[in-house]
């Protein structure tokens, strides 16, 4: 035999050797098909310890599907157990993916960059929602993942998908229109920014953040003002009030910093007549407010507008005729834009050309009717045919006009009476009638003493009014006997004649 002939020999002797090799049950196919991750217990606490077994596992899964395939196009395996190198393979890849989505989603991370509060020109309260992606993985999950792998690239770790944002209060109710916002995708350094409306005005909310695969977060934050106004936000729940002249209202005003340079202010009420006295007060020290600061732990503080109307309606104070006027907050360094001109007529673009913060305010003067009854006799002693007439004066001392004034009267029984006039129907302020009243007794009616009510009652501005009760007190006596009078007048007379003609007799003996 030659040496060519004994290397072809030799090289098919080898070929048939390693096949039977690679057919046996322990040879390397067989091998190849153990190839897998090994269940560790302790993978579940260590994650990243199973994503590092994970991977090792598919990169020599992934080495021996390419050595088996490359033996196939060789014709020295079959097809079938290329077949089970490529499932082993398929399996370590799931098995790496897996792990890949475990340490991902307990990764991922939203959090709040920023919660600015602002008020829009029509004054609804807003904000202004920035949230970041701030997970892409951490240092040592780059280390061991290379961030070059097509596999990691193919899971978008710098992305979280699907997160739900919504507003809170402290009893958990959703206080934010859109009631749920929803960012499909939130890019690891590509921060976004949703504007809320504040259907509650609180300065503290709780943000609940629903993402990934279902991650949930509600940190508890406190608002920041937007100090680029440079203004305090003033508002007034009662900015409309029906005041009675004579009387007094109060103004309940809430003051929000909205300022990074200013923090002392100096409040001004500007179109209100002279002839109404006012004042700011505390509500907190009680005392009154002229200037005020904020601090640094506080950018919201309480205040009242004192104000009392006169005694009288005048030319700028009229019945039922609405008054607006502004209160002002204007910082110290603008006092002098105000200058002068705080008892002129300002408009509301002059206002707004000031820069500063306001609340248009409403006062409606409101008169009262007072009814006033006066009797000049409240005693009155009669016979038993006789009839007890007296009169009354009605007098409206209040602000306002009185309709339908009626005369009511409670009598002993059986007894009457009759009202002149039975009704006035309209009584000017400061005006007044007079009412005639006759009460006549029953026959028959005993000696004794009687009393009488009169009550009054009217309308004003569909309002019911009514006058002070009157008791009357009628006295019956009885009737004087004429002639037992005179004849007992008689009787004395003629005693006392007796006596007199006695006596002369007497003394002329």
């Known amino acids: 035999m030659g040496v060519r ?34 269940f560790n217990q302790r993978d579940n606490d260590f994650p990243l310890l199973g994503l590092k077994r994970a991977k090792e596992a598919y990169e020599l899964a992934m080495a021996e599907f390419q050595r088996n395939k490359d033996l196939f196009d060789r014709k020295l395996i079959s097809e079938l157990e290329l077949a089970r190198s ?8 799931v098995n790496y993916q ?12 939203v959090a709040v960059k920023e919660a600015l ?60 229109q859109p009631y749920e916002a929803k960012i499909e995708r939130l890019i690891f350094g590509k921060p976004q920014t949703i504007d809320f409306t504040l259907l509650q005005d609180i300065d503290a909310v709780t943000v609940n953040l629903v993402f990934g695969s279902g991650s949930q977060r509600s940190p508890k934050i406190y608002l920041q003002k937007d100090a680029t106004a440079n203004k305090v936000i003033v508002q007034s729940r009662q900015f409309s009030q029906e005041v009675e002249i004579g009387a007094e209202a109060s103004f309940d005003l809430v003051l929000e910093l909205f300022s990074g340079l200013n923090n002392t202010f100096k409040l001004e009420v500007v179109n209100l007549p002279s002839q109404i006295n006012r ?3 505390d509500p907190v020290s009680n005392a009154r407010l002229s200037q005020f600061k904020f601090t640094e732990s506080a950018n919201s503080r309480s205040a009242e507008l004192k104000i009392f ?12 005729k609405p008054i607006p006027f502004y209160v002002l907050v204007v910082p110290r360094g603008k006092l002098a834009a105000l200058g002068k001109n705080r008892n002129k007529k300002w408009s509301l673009s002059e206002i707004k050309a000031l820069k500063i ?109 009514n006058g002070e009760d009157k008791t009357v007190t009628i006295e019956v006596e009885a009737e004087a006997n004429i002639l037992g009078a005179a004849l007992l007048v008689g009787l004395i007379l003629g005693l006392i004649l007796g006596i007199v003609i006695y006596g002369v007799r007497l003394a002329r003996r």
């Open 86 to 93: 490529r499932n082993t393979f398929a399996d370590a890849e």
């Open 117 to 176: 509060k602002y008020q829009d020109e029509a004054g609804r309260k807003h904000v202004k929602l920035t949230l970041a992606n701030t997970s892409g993985g951490d240092a040592e999950f780059k280390k061991l993942v290379n961030v070059d792998d097509k596999l990691f690239r193919s899971l978008q770790p710098d992305i979280v998908n699907d997160v739900y944002v919504s507003l809170l209060n402290d009893e958990n109710a959703i206080i934010s």
């Open 357 to 465: 913060g306001f609340v248009k305010l409403e006062l409606v003067p409101r008169g009262v009717g007072r009814l006033l009854v006066r009797a000049p006799q409240l005693y009155h002693a009669i016979k038993s045919n006789e009839s007890v007439v007296m009169n009354i004066e009605i007098v409206n001392e209040g602000t306002r006009v009185l309709n339908n004034i009626e005369i009511e009267v409670d009598l002993p029984l059986n007894w009457s009476d009759e009202v002149q006039p039975a009704l006035i129907s309209k009584l000017g302020i400061h005006e007044e009638k007079s009412i005639r009243l006759t009460f006549t007794p029953p026959e028959g009616v005993s000696v004794g003493r009687y009393e009488a009510r009169i009550r009054s009652s009217s309308l004003s501005d569909d309002q019911p009014i």
């Open 279 to 281: 004042y700011f007060h």
């Open 309 to 320: 109307l006169p005694d009288r309606p005048t030319e700028e104070v009229a019945m039922d």
């Open 98 to 109: 897996q792990s890949l989505l475990t340490i991902l989603f307990e990764g991922q991370y």
């Open 5 to 38: 002939s004994f290397k072809a020999s030799f090289k098919r002797n080898m070929a048939v050797m390693c096949l039977a090799f690679f057919s046996l049950p322990g040879g390397f196919v067989q091998l190849s098909g153990q190839v897998g991750t090994p």
